[in-house]
């Protein structure tokens, strides 16, 4: 990530005020930590790189849609599934802040 980041001359504290959190935060992402699936897309379109890549698997150069819409994995998928996997990946995301409140103390 640090590569794209330094190749878009992008400063860490740009993307965090891109993503509405504080550079701190942004830093855990930086040393490691995994985002929620919700902050891992904006990444990846900040950065113009695929989800899978930012997570350590793929190809860099996979193309990254800016809508579901227009992504071919999406396009066989009806309005109503779409909708039902983004709640499905709302409540994993809400989840896995759960969890980390709960690790962090």
């Known amino acids: ?4 980041r330094k190749q878009k001359n992008l400063f860490s504290a740009d993307i965090a005020r891109e993503l509405g959190i504080v550079p701190q935060a942004f830093q855990k992402y930086r040393e490691g930590r995994i985002p929620s699936s919700a902050y891992l897309l904006k990444i990846s379109h900040i950065l113009g790189v695929s989800m899978n890549w930012l997570l350590g698997d793929g190809d ?3 193309p990254v849609y800016l809508s579901e819409e ?10 109503e599934d779409l909708a039902a996997i983004k709640k499905a990946l709302k409540h994993v995301s809400d989840a896995n802040a759960l969890l980390s409140k709960i690790i962090s103390k």
């Open 1 to 4: 990530m640090e590569k794209i």
């Open 60 to 62: 860099i150069n996979h």
């Open 70 to 79: 227009s992504s071919p994995a999406t396009s066989n998928i009806s309005k």
